[in-house]
C-alpha cells in the first residue's frame, strides 16, 4: 500500500518483502506481467484491452507470436433476434388469414352437400327452403352426421399452402441465426418430422373450427374466452400451438427462456442453447390494433415493454384481464391472441469453455 501511495520506492518494498536486489524484475519481465494481468505497456502505461475492454491483448507482445484463439476471451455481444419475430409475425398472419378463408369455402360447400341430399326427403327439403347455404348445417344439425357435411379431404389445399409457407420460414429462420450468431442448421430429418407433427395438428384444429362455426347456433365463442381476435370462428392459440410444433415443440414460457411459433420456436431455442447464448431479455411486440376487429387492452398496454423472465411483475395479469387465468400475461394466453415478443441473447467465445448452457 505504501508503494502504491508513492511513500516508498521498489527497492524498500522489495527488501520489506525478503527478496535481494538481484531478485528483481527485469523491463521485459515487467513488460510480461503487464501483458499477462490485462494491465498495459509498462514502457508507455498505454492499457492493453481487448473489445474495449481491459484485459489479455488482442495484440502479442513485441517479438512473440499470437496467442492461440482458445485463450484470448471475446468480448460478449448482445443480439436482437427481432428478424426471427418478424418472420413468425408473417407466417402467422399468412396461417389465420388461410384459416379463415377455408372456414368460409369448408361452410359454403357443406351447406351445398346438405341441401343436395335434403332433395330426396320432403321434410328436410321443407326445412331447407329459403335458407343460405350457411346456415343449413345449424337448420338441419342432427339430420346428419358430421362426417356427411365436412370431410378432411376438404383442407388438403389449404394445408398445402400453410405447411409450405412454414417450411420457408424455417428456412429463411435458419439463414438468419447462421448470419446473426452462426448457429449450425437443424437436422433436415428432424425437420420434416416436425412439419409433419405440425400439419397433423393443424388439420384437427381446421376441422373442429370448421364443425363448431357449422353446428353452433351464432358460430361465435363467449367474448370473454376471446379477447383480441379478427374472425371469432378462428382459433388462434390453436393454430399457435400447430405452428410451434412445426417449429419444434408445443410453446413455452419459463423463467427467462421461451420458445413459440416457427422462427422462434425449439429449434431455434436448442440452435442457441447450442453456441452457448444467454438470454439478455425480451420486449413485447402487440402488433398492428388495426388488425383485429376487437383489441384486448391488457395486452395492448404492454407493447414495447421490456422483461428479463415471464414471471416479471410487469406481465402480472390485472383486473380487467383476470379472465385469461394464470398470474402473468404471455402471448397465445387466450383463444384470439396475437401478439408476439422479441427476444435478445448475449453471446461469447465457444472456444473459450466457459459456456452457460441456460437460456
Known amino acids: ?15 520489506r518483502l525478503g527478496y535481494d536486489t538481484d531478485e528483481s524484475p527485469t523491463l521485459d519481465d515487467l513488460e510480461l506481467i503487464g501483458w499477462l494481468i490485462g494491465r498495459g505497456d509498462p514502457s508507455t502505461g498505454v492499457p492493453v484491452e481487448i473489445g474495449g475492454q481491459r484485459g489479455v491483448p ?13 485463450l484470448v476471451a471475446a468480448a460478449p455481444r448482445t443480439v436482437s433476434l427481432n428478424e426471427l419475430t418478424d418472420l413468425d409475425t408473417g407466417a402467422l398472419e399468412y396461417t389465420v388469414t388461410q384459416a379463415e378463408a377455408a372456414l368460409d369455402r369448408v361452410i359454403e360447400k357443406a351447406g351445398a352437400r346438405l341441401r343436395s341430399k335434403a332433395q330426396s326427403n320432403p321434410t328436410l ?18 339430420r346428419f352426421a358430421p362426417t356427411d357435411v365436412v370431410s378432411e ?7 398445402k399452402r400453410i405447411l409450405a409457407r412454414w417450411r420457408r420460414t424455417a428456412t429463411q429462420a435458419e439463414a438468419t441465426l447462421a448470419r446473426l450468431v452462426d448457429a449450425e442448421p437443424a437436422d433436415p430429418q428432424q425437420v420434416d418430422e416436425d412439419m409433419r407433427d405440425g ?15 357449422l353446428f353452433t347456433p351464432d358460430g361465435t365463442p363467449d367474448p370473454a374466452e376471446v379477447g383480441e381476435a379478427r374472425d371469432t370462428r378462428v382459433p388462434v392459440t390453436e ?23 416457427i422462427a422462434g420456436g425449439r429449434r431455434t431455442d436448442q440452435a442457441l442453447r447450442g453456441i452457448g447464448a444467454v438470454s439478455a431479455g425480451f420486449e413485447w411486440r402487440y402488433g398492428d390494433p388495426a388488425s383485429r376487429v376487437r ?40 383463444r384470439g391472441c ?22
Not at 1 to 15: K, S, Y
Request: with cysteine; proline share 7%.
Open 199 to 213: 400439419d397433423s395438428r393443424l388439420l384437427a384444429v381446421l376441422l373442429a373450427a370448421a364443425l363448431a362455426a
Open 239 to 261: 393454430l399457435r400451438e400447430a405452428m410451434s410444433i412445426a417449429g419444434g415443440g408445443a410453446p413455452s414460457y419459463v423463467d427467462a427462456g421461451a420458445w413459440e411459433l
Open 295 to 334: 383489441n384486448f387492452e391488457p395486452h395492448q398496454r404492454l407493447n414495447g415493454v421490456r422483461f428479463e423472465t415471464w414471471t416479471d411483475d410487469r406481465l402480472t395479469v390485472t383486473a380487467d384481464g383476470s379472465w385469461v387465468g394464470g398470474t402473468h400475461y404471455r402471448p397465445g394466453d387466450h
Open 338 to 359: 396475437l401478439c408476439l415478443y422479441t427476444r435478445e441473447v448475449t453471446l461469447a467465445l465457444a472456444a473459450a469453455g466457459n459456456l452457460d448452457p441456460a437460456l
Open 58 to 70: 488482442q495484440t502479442p507482445r513485441p517479438g512473440q507470436a499470437p496467442p492461440p484463439a482458445a
Open 1 to 15: 500500500m505504501a508503494m502504491r501511495m508513492g511513500l516508498i520506492g521498489f527497492d524498500a518494498a522489495r527488501e
Open 125 to 142: 327439403l321443407a326445412l331447407s327452403d329459403g335458407v343460405p347455404n350457411r346456415l343449413l348445417p345449424q337448420t338441419l344439425k342432427g
Open 153 to 159: 379431404a376438404d383442407f388438403d389445399a389449404v394445408r
